[in-house]
């Protein structure tokens, strides 16, 4: 099976709020084209932020603590990063980048397996 997985790290200038994570993993699932399989789960406490989107090929999340966050795209069907990153550059301006990270032990690389974006 091939698998896609990338990694985007960014530091951004102000955190989202619940409502915003919502939109913002609306968005990812809507630029990768793939197919939600339920409502998002967001949660918010004193240490940080965290959003999961199921998706039929997989799921996104992200998770964040301060002007930090981490967001992966995992699926079982290809998609282009270029997206998600400019996705996540409108949402959280600041510096990202993305990083392929290899799963599974057969399937072809990606042409790019780094990309970075400041917006």
Known sequence: MTQHHWAFNGLVGEPLGAAAIRKLLADLVRVIDMAAIAEPIVYIDGSGWRG??????????????????????????????????SCLAQWMPGRWVGQWLERG???????????????
Do not use: N
């Open 52 to 85: 999961l989107q199921l998706i039929a090929e997989s799921h996104i999340s992200i998770h964040g603590q301060g002007r930090d966050c981490a967001v992966d795209v995992f699926s079982c069907r290809p998609f282009e990063p270029q997206h998600v990153l």
């Open 105 to 119: 032990l057969s399937g072809p690389r990606p042409a790019r397996t780094r990309l970075e974006l400041v917006a």
